[in-house]
């Protein structure tokens, strides 16, 4: 008979999170290694001992096999990070699961589990599955690019971003209709997937030196009314007005004439900031 784990505490469960890593309270952090809750801040993801929570992961679904697998790939980082340690993982899991007939039952256990860390192993397991088309990989990012937790947001779009440059004009159709959804967080992913410059990641070359591609995604997000999608809107801006500022300048012209309000101003202000100073 399984063990019946205890209650978690609602003075857990509604915690703000700790200002730095070392104040993290120790019960939070096994927690956060058994897989039972998902981080709430920056400090509490970077704590998270991913070995330790793999070796969880895998038991639950008896994938005990590949747990060597896990622990040779951390030991390569030469520079253990979070994120570097994450992406190990995900590569661990489509060396096991990247095949089409495995890959739906693992898929489902990752982007469902409580932790956000393993969700976002899910992102990088759909990024690192070379037996999916674009459409296919962006149809199973979806709900990870929508999930609560913006670790796991982020984790979505950088798993997939190389795919998408690799097929710039396909990723640029399929996520124009990204930029029409309901969600803002899926309308925020279509932008931010394709900045040209990026955080955390490469550069997508092309957009540098042409980003009028991009406008079928950013046209219909120039009066978005949230800030989350207008930050990476500006962001957009910004990231082409370092290699092509006058065509920022022509866009941001048009758009104030052709969308005013807060929403369109502030995006405009943030695409801007290089140019202008």
Not at 160 to 177: D, S
Not at 196 to 225: F, M, N, S, T
Not at 243 to 251: L, N
Request: with cysteine; hydrophobic share 40%.
């Amino acid at each position: 008979m399984a063990k019946k784990l205890a209650r978690i505490p609602d003075s857990i469960l509604q915690r703000k999170g700790a200002r730095t890593t070392r104040d993290v309270p120790r019960e939070v952090r096994e927690l956060l290694d058994a897989g039972r809750i998902e981080t709430v801040n920056l400090c509490e993801w970077l704590v998270v001992d991913q070995a330790r929570l793999a070796e969880v992961v895998f038991a639950e679904h008896d994938w005990n096999v590949h747990l060597p697998e896990v622990g040779r790939a951390l030991e390569a980082n030469s520079q253990r990070t979070t994120l570097k340690d994450m992406v190990a993982i995900g590569d661990v899991l489509a060396s096991a699961f990247g095949g089409k007939r495995l890959f739906a039952k693992p898929y489902r256990a990752l982007i469902s589990h409580p932790s956000d860390v393993v969700r976002s192993w899910g992102a990088y397991l759909v990024g690192k599955c070379d037996a999916l088309t674009l459409s296919e990989r962006l149809e199973r990012v979806r709900p990870l690019a929508a999930d609560r937790n913006m670790g796991v947001r982020e984790a979505a779009w950088l798993a997939v971003r190389e795919h998408l440059a690799a097929e710039l004009e396909e990723a640029i159709a399929l996520l124009a209709e990204w930029s029409l959804d309901d969600d803002p967080n899926i309308r925020r992913f279509a932008s931010e997937s394709t900045r040209p410059r990026g955080v955390w990641c490469r550069h997508i070359e092309r957009l540098k030196q042409e980003p009028e591609l991009g406008l079928p995604i950013l046209e219909p997000l120039k009066a978005d009314p949230t800030k989350y999608v207008q930050d990476s809107v500006g962001n957009w801006l910004n990231d082409a007005s370092k290699s092509q500022p006058d065509w920022v300048r022509r866009i941001c012209a048009r758009w104030r004439k052709e969308a005013t309000g807060k929403g369109t101003e502030r995006i405009l202000k943030r695409g801007l900031r290089t140019i202008v100073g």
